[in-house]
């Protein structure tokens, strides 16, 4: 059974770059990083080309751009490290392809644990939601709920969890 790290934090706090520098800390090779985000528009198509820039070439990477994530993990070739890059847009995604919020906690940690029984290392990336406001309408609502719900259950398992603040990693356990 694998290590599982969560980084949860803030847009744009440093956790993808804390990612990258905990895998890259244990090999440039057997890294498989699963991406959740999906080429919707300019903006983030080219927020996506600068985060594979960032990426080694050795590493593997499977899009994640439609399915359960643990089908995605499930397919390990052998490598020894996973990053996971991000629920939150994981969640997103599903809530907006219909699933409920019940049901993508429970695709989360189904993915915990196939990656936990996959890889000697997982680093999950995810976003900190609850500390603004109360979203002003029902689907963004729903997303605070969900994202909430998969950030306890997963932090739950975890062997490791961060907050990211200001590029800084403040270890919660």
């Not at 057997?30 to 927020?47: N, P, Y």
């Not at 996506?48 to 070739?77: C, F, M, Q, Y």
């Amino acid at each position: 059974m694998g290590k599982l790290i969560l980084l949860t934090g803030g847009v744009r706090s440093g956790k993808s770059r804390r990612a990258l520098e905990l895998a890259k800390a244990h090999g440039e090779c057997g890294v498989l990083f699963a991406a959740t985000a999906l080429e919707s528009d300019e903006e983030m198509e080219s927020r996506i080309e600068k985060h594979r820039a960032e990426r080694p070439r050795s590493w593997r990477t499977v899009e994640v751009v439609s399915g359960r994530l643990a089908d995605a993990l499930t397919s390990n070739d052998g490598g020894e490290v996973l990053v996971l890059d991000c629920l939150g847009l994981y969640v997103s995604r599903r809530l907006l392809e219909g699933a409920s919020g019940e049901q993508v906690v429970i695709e989360a940690l189904e993915a915990a644990r196939a990656a936990l029984d996959a890889f000697a290392l997982n680093i999950f990336v995810t976003n900190e939601v609850g500390s603004g406001l109360v979203p002003p309408n029902e689907l963004g609502r729903l997303f605070v709920e969900a994202l909430g719900a998969v950030n306890r259950e997963v932090a739950a398992v975890a062997d490791e969890v961060s907050l990211m603040v200001a590029g800084i990693p403040v270890r919660l356990r």
